[in-house]
């Protein structure tokens, strides 16, 4: 058991100021487990802790408890509320059978004054606690925030893929049927070769997101129409799963464009499926390409409701989503990058017809000819 004039908070105090203090100081026992005080009780005193253990805890988030600190024989609590002359902004809880000083507001206040020494004591310890608190808390509310992404970014993982997981499945039961001909499995086989490596460019994606330092892009020289009309055939399959149309407003250019084709294609997946999400009744995705001076403009709309404009400035930020039972936004953040890896830029607004619309810039490859 430790005296009170053994206490951390009373060193500098002198043996008269102790002398005055123990006429007013009450002993108090708490059992194991019981509270002392509660969040938001009146801060009527200073405990000191003659023997036994407390915990300080507070609710964060939705309620759960957060214990941000722990005190043994000789430690002192609660003089927030004094100083502050406000409510207890946390619960103390006894960890075991304690015996606590309780020191009056009133009698604090009275060895403030007479003893600038005590002040000064209190001063010192409560920056050094607050700095304490500080620590522990920015610890723990990065910890939480970094399984909340953890859990974020495996949502967006399995929304991602259940897209190509339902084509393989259902090109599996067609090739498996008996009447299937040899040329259909073939077509089903090759469909489901095209899903898998999908997956694979999509899992290669988000490892390159989780780095600091993507690793360098090689870009091939790809008439823009070769590589836009076979990607598109193959989002219709998906479209009509969803009884979603896909029309080209008009037809891509010729144009020779710079790009790594596995990579722009998750662009065209990305939006497109959220383009579906947003429509669950069905509805239509229009797509138009045009030139603008020396950058080639695709755009992608959709007949859905559209954006809502508190949302537009959120839309590439990494796990912002909206309107959506899954996905987190991560794709949207995931296009951003892979355009501006082909030094092109993308934005994203509401159409005048009402949907969304998205669209993306690639540079024109530069001819040779001067």
């Known amino acids: 058991m430790v005296p009170l004039e053994c206490s951390k908070l009373f060193e500098e105090a002198g043996s008269e100021d102790i002398q005055e203090l123990k006429l007013t100081v009450q002993e108090l026992h708490f059992p ?12 009527d005193g200073v405990y000191v802790i003659k023997s036994g253990a407390v915990q300080i805890s507070t609710r964060v988030g939705d309620g759960e ?34 015996i606590l000083y ?13 003893s600038p020494r005590f002040a000064l004591t209190l001063v010192r310890v409560i920056s050094n606690r607050l ?5 522990q808390y920015v610890h723990q509310i990065i910890q ?3 399984l909340a992404i953890v859990g974020k970014f495996a949502r967006s993982i399995v929304h991602d893929f259940k897209n190509p997981l339902n084509i393989i499945g259902l090109a599996a039961d067609f090739a498996a049927e008996p009447g299937t001909s040899p040329e ?3 077509k089903y086989r090759d469909r489901i070769r095209k899903q898998v490596d999908r997956i694979s460019n999509m899992v290669n994606e988000f490892l390159e997101f989780t780095r600091t330092t993507p690793t360098p892009m090689v870009l091939l020289t790809q008439n823009y129409d070769e590589f836009v009309l076979p990607l598109i055939e193959e989002l219709k399959t998906e479209c009509e799963l969803k009884n979603v149309k896909i029309e080209l407003e008009n037809q891509p ?13 998750r662009v065209f997946y990305n939006l497109i499926h959220n383009a579906m999400d947003v429509m669950p009744h069905g509805g239509k995705i229009i797509l138009r390409f045009y030139h603008d001076g020396n950058k080639l403009i695709t755009e992608i709309a959709d007949t859905g409701p559209g954006i809502p404009q508190n949302v537009l400035e959120h839309l590439f930020e990494p796990f912002y ?10 794709g949207l953040s995931i296009c951003k990058r892979i355009i501006e890896d082909h030094g092109g830029s993308i934005w994203g607004k509401n159409s005048q017809s009402g949907g969304a619309l998205f669209g993306f810039s690639l540079p024109l490859k530069q001819s040779s000819n001067r």
């Open 184 to 186: 259909e499995r073939i």
């Open 144 to 146: 939480a925030e970094r």
């Open 32 to 43: 194991a487990k019981s509270v002392i005080f509660h969040e938001g009780d009146p801060g």
């Open 102 to 114: 309780f020191i009056p507001r009133g009698t604090i206040f009275d060895l403030l004054a007479k």
């Open 131 to 135: 700095r304490e608190f500080n620590r």
């Open 253 to 265: 250019p010729k144009t020779p464009v710079n790009l790594a084709p596995q990579r722009l294609s």
């Open 65 to 98: 408890e957060m214990v941000f600190a722990r005190f043994g024989e000789g430690d002192f609590f609660g003089e927030m509320a004094i100083v502050e002359n406000a409510p207890r902004s946390a619960t103390a809880k006894a960890i075991e059978d304690s």
């Open 321 to 330: 989503t909206f309107g959506k039972a899954h996905g987190t936004g991560l």
